[in-house]
T-cell receptor
Framework: GAVVSQHPSWVICKSGTSVKIECRSLDFQATTMFWYRQFPKQSLMLMATSNEGSKATYEQGVEKDKFLINHASLTLSTLTVTSAHPEDSSFYIC????????????FGSGTRLTVV | AQKITQTQPGMFVQEKEAVTLDCTYDTSDPSYGLFWYKQPSSGEMIFLIYQGSYDQQNATEGRYSLNFQKARKSANLVISASQLGDSAMYFCAMREGRIYNQGGKLIFGQGTELSVKP
């Protein structure tokens, strides 16, 4: 139980286009989800907290208009990277809190984004 | 604000030996939780062990144990009998506030890359 499914696993897009990443909680309801960004050999940096039915809370320094987050249901949060540029290439990973597993956090498998 | 620090970018250990990965933290909240995760090259985050701020005893999970020194604000991970499959990135993380709250965010340290030598 307590599975978070993240899609796609990897995506290559052209510079200037937008990319949507989905994060679904499969067997529990998640009022809150978290989006992280990770560069190679570096830490997971929290980008934003996604709240069901309300606006996301972004961490300092994260561009809200660049990284659009929508949490329209209790099982789905999406991250859209708008007008992607090569510097947006990174590993994006989501997390949710089922409260019943791993003391509160389950992670998606991540999305490797390459902007060319 | 909460802060997590891992000062060992990389560590080497001989197979079957024990290794300690360091983690220090800072928070003003008396209620917090400390986590260790393993991240192999595939990128998945594997939960290893958890320690609550009010837990009296150090957490243990199989070959993993957490050396929790609250006064020193440290939460080191000890891996006993290292195996080749233990080679990965290891992250210490902290969450402020009570654990049964979906809104609490998890903040990660810089990570330590562990390499196990045969």
């Amino acid at each position: 139980g307590a599975v978070v499914s993240q899609h796609p696993s990897w995506v290559i897009c052209k510079s200037g286009t937008s990319v949507k990443i989905e994060c679904r909680s499969l067997d529990f309801q998640a009022t809150t989800m978290f989006w992280y960004r990770q560069f190679p050999k570096q830490s997971l940096m929290l980008m934003a907290t996604s709240n069901e039915g309300s606006k996301a809370t972004y961490e300092q320094g994260v561009e809200k208009d660049k990284f659009l987050i929508n949490h329209a249901s209790l099982t789905l949060s999406t991250l859209t990277v708008t007008s992607a540029h090569p510097e947006d290439s990174s590993f994006y990973i989501c997390s949710a809190s089922p409260l019943t597993a791993n003391y509160g956090y389950t992670f998606g498998s991540g999305t490797r984004l390459t902007v060319v | 604000a909460q802060k997590i620090t891992q000062t060992q970018p990389g560590m080497f250990v001989q197979e079957k030996e024990a290794v300690t990965l360091d983690c220090t933290y800072d928070t003003s909240d008396p209620s917090y939780g400390l986590f260790w995760y393993k991240q192999p090259s595939s990128g998945e985050m594997i939960f290893l062990i958890y320690q609550g701020s009010y837990d009296q005893q150090n957490a243990t999970e199989g070959r993993y144990s957490l050396n929790f020194q609250k006064a020193r604000k440290s939460a080191n991970l000890v891996i006993s009998a290292s195996q080749l499959g233990d080679s990965a990135m290891y992250f210490c993380a902290m969450r402020e506030g009570r654990i049964y709250n979906q809104g609490g965010k998890l903040i990660f340290g810089q990570g330590t890359e562990l390499s196990v030598k045969p």
